[in-house]
C-alpha cells in the first residue's frame, strides 16, 4: 500500500508564505503526475498546481506568479511553496500522485493539511 504524507499546513498572516511538502511512504515507484488540490468550505474541490515527470508544470491562474510547486523525483517527494497569500487561499490543500503499484496506474491522496491565511 502506498501512501502520501503531507506535512507545512498552518496559520499565517495575510502576505506570508508557506511550504508545503508530500513524501509517497515508498520508495522505488513510478510516478508520472503530481500535484497540489485545494477544497474550501462549500467548494469544489480544484487542482492548484501539478508536475509531470519531465518536469512541466500548470498552475491554476488565481496562484500564478505567487505559488511554486517543485519535485525531487529521487525521494518521490513534492513541494509547493506559497508566498504573497491571500485570505481566498484558505483551504485544506491534498497532495495527489498518480502512481504505478504492481502493475497498475492509479491516482492517490495526501490526508490533506489545513492552510488558513487571516491576521
Known amino acids: 500500500q502506498v501512501q502520501l504524507v503531507e506535512s507545512g499546513g498552518g496559520l499565517v498572516q495575510p502576505g506570508g508564505s508557506l511550504r508545503l511538502s508530500c513524501a509517497a511512504s515508498?520508495?522505488?515507484?513510478?510516478?508520472?503526475?503530481m500535484g497540489w488540490y485545494r477544497q474550501a468550505p462549500g467548494t469544489q474541490r480544484e487542482l492548484v498546481a501539478s508536475?509531470?515527470?519531465?518536469?512541466?508544470?500548470n498552475y491554476v491562474d488565481s496562484v500564478k506568479g505567487r505559488f511554486t510547486i517543485s519535485r525531487v523525483i529521487a525521494n518521490n517527494t513534492v513541494y509547493l511553496q506559497m508566498n504573497s497569500l491571500k485570505p481566498d487561499d484558505t483551504a485544506v490543500y491534498y497532495c495527489?500522485?498518480?502512481?504505478?503499484?504492481?502493475?497498475?496506474?492509479?491516482?492517490?491522496w495526501g490526508q490533506g493539511t489545513q492552510v488558513t491565511v487571516s491576521s
Open positions: 515508498r520508495s522505488s515507484l513510478s510516478i508520472s503526475v
Open positions: 495527489n500522485a498518480r502512481i504505478r503499484v504492481v502493475g497498475e496506474w492509479g491516482d492517490y
Open positions: 508536475i509531470t515527470s519531465g518536469g512541466s508544470t
